[in-house]
């Protein structure tokens, strides 16, 4: 509670934007770690609300035109604002202010009162004013500024949709009986792994397995990599690190070098066939050795049975032998430092 407090009242004030979002994904890395994590579309509604008034309009048409921006998105443009605002202080500074020929009827002048007899001084910004007893024709929420007149608008609820205060601070933002969540529940996913992305129709799979200290189930999208198999009936899905659920095909038997795979599951989106390394481990009674240059697969007394190497960074075992490997393509999705996380 003091860390979603902490996240949700922190203002940039002094800070530079990036000292201050470092701030921010510094307590929300906290709350992932005390198992609440916190969205992107929330974070970026925290960053936002603790922008000052100069980032007003900026963080207006950022709610508006930035749906499935990532947070990533906002430190770039904040960082451009940033800057362009710096600029913007440093021309000013530059130009000496004009002393008004006369009086304006918004600037310090008086505003006539419908009773005769008093009278009401404004400032420039016609954030306030004075007057000479208890009765003001100043009634609403109307205020002169700049030879104009804007009028305050309250917010309007994102989620619940009244009036008064913003989707951040609603207080129906754990109710998802009547405002159900359309992002998965990381807290509870029936079927997990590692973020993977879909390749192109065209690019070669991937003949290897790669071990996955993070994933709960083996999974592959190279449906001949069963040995028995059968339709998967049920309804859970693969969420991978970015949040995205995959569909499952078929679930079966599979192999490796002798060794058991049981209830592999079949993920076409995949691009890499995963070992939950759990799972690997307690089915063949065996442990594992990450290496800086290779991986070891060992029985309880210490016989090496399986060893393997490294593809692009990720501890794998080739699952053909004595074959050689085709040439491979491989693609990638850009997500952010938290939903690896």
């Excluded at 996240?7 to 979002?21: A, C, F, N, R, T």
């Excluded at 969205?39 to 980032?55: N, P, V």
């Excluded at 066939?273 to 290779?294: A, G, M, Q, R």
Aim: glycine share 8%.
């Amino acid at each position: 509670m003091s860390l979603k407090l902490q996240l949700q009242s922190l203002p940039k004030g002094s800070l530079s934007i990036m000292e201050y979002i470092e701030r921010k994904r510094s307590i929300a890395d906290s709350l992932a770690a005390n198992l609440h994590p916190v969205f992107d579309e929330d974070l970026i509604g925290h960053i936002l609300s603790g922008l000052d008034s100069s980032y007003g309009a900026f963080a207006t048409a950022f709610m508006i035109h930035s749906d499935d921006a990532s947070v990533d998105d906002l430190v770039g443009k904040l960082l451009q604002e940033e800057a362009r605002l710096a600029q913007e202080l440093a021309r000013q500074s530059t130009i000496a202010p004009l002393a008004p020929s006369s009086p304006t009827p918004f600037s310090s002048a008086h505003v006539a009162s419908r009773q005769s007899g008093r009278s009401y001084n404004t400032n420039n910004s016609g954030g306030a004013y004075s007057r000479g007893d208890s009765r003001s024709d100043y009634r609403g929420d109307t205020r002169a500024a700049n030879g104009g007149e804007h009028r305050r608008r309250r917010p309007q609820c994102q989620l619940c949709g009244r009036p008064g205060h913003e989707a951040v601070d609603c207080w129906q933002r754990d109710n998802q009986t009547d405002f159900p969540s359309r992002k998965p529940n990381p807290r509870n996913p029936s079927k997990q792994a590692h973020y993977a992305s879909q390749a192109s129709s065209s690019s070669a799979i991937d003949p290897s397995w790669y071990f996955d200290t993070g994933a709960t189930d083996h999974a592959s999208p190279d449906f001949q990599k069963l040995t028995i198999s059968d339709d998967y009936t049920g309804n859970d899905k693969l969420q991978v690190g970015n949040g995205n659920l995959l569909s499952i095909s078929h679930i079966g038997n599979s192999t490796l070098h002798n060794l058991r795979l049981p209830n592999v599951l079949i993920v076409p989106k995949l691009t890499k066939s995963l070992l939950s390394v759990s799972k690997f481990t307690k089915d063949n009674k065996v442990y594992i050795e990450f290496w800086p240059s290779h991986c070891l697969v060992k029985t309880f007394q210490g016989q090496t049975i399986l060893r393997g190497g490294i593809n692009n960074g990720l501890y794998c075992i080739n699952s053909i032998q004595n074959k050689a490997r085709p040439t491979l393509a491989l693609t990638g999705v850009r997500t952010s430092v938290h939903g690896w996380h």
